[in-house]
């Protein structure tokens, strides 16, 4: 079982809809991040949580450390939006352990 | 601005030979790390570095190596290539010194790396 579990591992949405994705983990951790991965290639980080709930624009991340659990939602979702959202969480050092990822899919 | 580069973007080699993959950064980070993706599988570790003279194993470090002899640089070397090893390669920097759980890793833009 891997230590990072995103789901789902696809999704496909209208423009405009409401996207969540998940993470959960089965060890402790310091801080969980969040990436995004462009068709591209490229990856960029979006964001860095160790408690509570941060807000880019319309992204929104959430973590609940006690239930070893993160979301990630995207608001009124835009066809720039499709990429993969991968979740990576660290373990004290700079080491960090990757899901999988989810492939978001945003149609107009 | 400051930024990490990778090269080759896309290289093809056979089996046996000796590669070696650059990455360098103008973020003066002292962390780097070289990580490989592969369909079903999150990015893994290779190979990390804390500082300059110090490179450590990740969970996938048969078969490369690395140096560090300056802060902006840390090739990755392939050093008989084998087919398992065809892959994309990214290399990321960060600015901690270990320990510190907040800091961004920047990646660069990957290697397509296909052995034949």
């Known amino acids: 079982k891997n230590e990072v579990e995103q789901s789902p591992q696809n999704l496909t949405a209208q423009e405009g809809e409401f996207i969540t994705i998940n993470c959960s983990y089965s060890?402790?951790?310091?801080?969980l991040h969040w990436l995004q991965q462009h068709p591209g290639g490229g990856i960029v980080s979006l964001f860095m949580?160790?408690?509570g709930k941060k807000k880019h624009g319309r992204l929104i991340a959430t973590i609940n450390i006690q239930e070893k659990h993160s979301s990630l939602h995207i608001t009124a979702s835009h066809p720039r939006d499709s990429a993969v959202y991968i979740c990576?969480?660290?373990?004290?050092?700079?080491?960090?352990?990757f899901g999988t990822g989810t492939r978001l899919q945003v149609f107009p | 601005d400051a930024e990490i580069t990778q090269s080759p973007r896309h290289k093809i080699t056979e089996t046996g030979r000796q590669v070696t993959l650059a990455c360098h950064q103008t973020?003066?980070?002292?962390?780097m790390f070289w990580y490989r993706q592969d369909l079903g599988h999150g990015l893994r570790l290779i190979h990390y570095?804390?500082?300059?003279?110090?490179?450590n194993k990740g969970e996938v470090s048969d078969g490369y190596s690395v140096s560090r002899s300056n802060t902006e640089d840390l090739p990755l070397t392939l050093e008989s290539a084998a087919s398992s090893q065809t892959s994309v390669y990214f290399c990321?920097?960060?600015?901690?010194?270990?320990?510190?759980?907040?800091?961004?890793?920047?990646f660069g833009p990957g290697t397509r790396l296909t052995v034949l």
């Open positions: 570095s804390y500082g300059v003279q110090d490179t």
């Open positions: 949580l160790s408690s």
């Open positions: 990321a920097s960060s600015e901690s010194s270990g320990g510190t759980p907040g800091d961004t890793q920047y």
């Open positions: 973020w003066n980070h002292n962390n």
């Open positions: 990576a969480v660290k373990r004290g050092t700079d080491k960090l352990i």
């Open positions: 060890v402790g951790i310091s801080a």
